[in-house]
């Protein structure tokens, strides 16, 4: 008699531990099988190209007002019609005719004023001309307009000023001719600034000019 209950008791032991293996060789497998999470990040976005067109810094409305005018000579080597455009008041003179530099009326500025807001923080590769605005003692710039057509004086309207940086330079420079085409560099910000000559839509600080070779 207690040899067959000492041999039910075996059997259930040994049954027990049938079971238990199976439960921990299936926790076993569930957990190699079991998929692995990984983090991704989301890919860092690239810098803005610098701005190098002029007529990137225009609204697409104001890309249908009047264009600047054009002057005698040439432009970055490309040879342009004499004369500008009038401006509302009647002063400036019509493209095609010579530009009488006789009369004490300033052409008036033309154009708009609107920006694109996502120039703001841009960075500069734009060529144009200096207009200066201050010099210093010895002679040297360093605050000025730079425009994209060379040779505008008070009788040729000035460009609209969404198509005029006023410029701050980290060094100031001898005064350049004003036909000669510079390469601006550095941050462009959207500011009004207004002046006697032009008021413009943009502002440069901090900014380099290098020459353009001809």
């Known amino acids: 008699m207690r040899t067959d209950l000492a041999c039910l008791l075996l059997a259930l032991v040994a049954l027990a531990g049938c079971h238990a293996g199976d439960d921990a060789q299936t926790t076993a497998g569930t957990t190699a099988s079991a998929p692995v999470a990984t983090s991704r990040t989301a890919p860092t976005p690239l810098p803005a190209a610098p701005v190098d067109d002029w007529e990137?810094?225009?609204?697409?409305?104001?890309r249908t007002v009047r264009p600047p005018p054009t002057i005698g000579g040439t432009g970055f080597g490309r040879p342009v019609a004499p004369g500008g455009l009038?401006?509302?008041?009647?002063?400036?003179?019509i493209p095609g005719m010579a530009i009488d530099h006789s009369s004490p009326n300033r052409?008036?500025?033309?154009?708009?004023a609107e920006v694109v807001e996502e120039m703001e923080g841009r960075g500069l590769a734009l060529d144009g001309y200096v207009v200066p605005l201050e010099m210093d003692d010895q002679g040297r710039?360093?605050?000025?307009?730079?425009v994209s057509f060379y040779g505008a004086c008070i009788h040729v309207p000035p460009p609209p000023p969404n198509q005029?940086?006023?410029?701050?330079?980290?060094?100031?420079?001898?005064?350049?001719?004003?036909?000669?085409?510079f390469h601006l560099s550095g941050t462009l910000h959207i500011a009004r600034?207004?002046?006697?000559?032009?008021?413009?839509?943009y502002e440069a600080r901090d900014a380099t000019l290098s020459t353009i070779p001809g």
């Open 86 to 93: 009038m401006d509302d008041s009647g002063s400036g003179t």
């Open 141 to 146: 710039v360093r605050e000025l307009l730079f």
């Open 56 to 62: 990137s810094l225009m609204t697409e409305q104001s």
């Open 193 to 201: 600034f207004d002046a006697d000559i032009a008021s413009a839509s």
């Open 164 to 181: 005029i940086i006023r410029v701050v330079l980290r060094h100031a420079i001898p005064v350049p001719e004003l036909w000669e085409p």
């Open 107 to 112: 052409a008036a500025q033309f154009g708009s």
